[in-house]
């Protein structure tokens, strides 16, 4: 009888669809709006956080994940660090690796020591990627190939990094513009076969290379500003997205998939959504 990955490692993925076993968030307790990081804070810099409807939000997206038998892990939160809700750009983990960041901007230096110390606690083994920017929000993973956006956050350098630390993947480097932060705010593979997509910020031959590997999903400016792509997929076809983005919505059901509406308005204020908010460290096959 074959083993489950899950039963035999501590840490393991190999896609951005398998069935999600373990995961790491953190509560956005300190969440502010401190500098401005893409367009999504610049619309609401003036508004704020309402810290606790964000609160509330944030435990319905953790009980709803438990309730989906997908193991929580909470960060403890610290007053220093007002983005630590997302905690998917503190890391990443490709196979059995997990690798931890290094932040690229002042108000995130310091957040990836968090998951480390955990890491340590926990007798889990990691790289530590040092001396090349990197965040996990422009890293995304479909079994042997691994997408890195280049943007202000991920340079070329730590693209060649990675593809010289794991040279059985196929590292393709995918240039964006800088404005939208992070690959997965406007391109994210939901299964082998379909993947979402705000051509806008891309430059044509990549959105040419990426329609010849997937059903291209297409999300308008409208549904891109309210994190449309930054989904979350955890198996079996199952998509956490929010109920304003219901362009996505009908289309991910016509293509099969088990949308899970739930609403984190107040988190996306701030810039990430469903993708940016949970670290994965465990799917299975």
Known sequence: MQEHPSEIYKTFCKSEYDVLKRVILCSPQ??????????????????????QRALEQHREFVKTLMDHDVEVILLPYHKKYPEQVFTRDIGFTLGQTIFVAEMATDVRAGEQNVLKQWLEDEEISYYNLIGEEIEGGDVMIDQKTIYVGLSDRTNEKAAQQLQRLLNQYEVIQIPFKEKYLHLDCIFNVISPEVALIYPKALMQKDIDFLASRYDLIEVSEEEQFQLGTNVLNIGNKR????????????????????????DITEIIK????????TLPILREL
């Open 30 to 51: 300190y969440m502010t709006i401190r500098d401005v990081i893409n367009e999504t804070q610049k619309h609401f810099e003036n508004e704020g956080i309402h810290i």
């Open 239 to 262: 998509i956490f997205s929010l109920p304003i983005n219901k362009n996505v919505n009908k289309q991910l059901r016509d293509r099969g998939f088990d949308v899970i509406e739930v």
């Open 270 to 277: 701030s810039g990430g959504s469903f993708r940016c908010c």
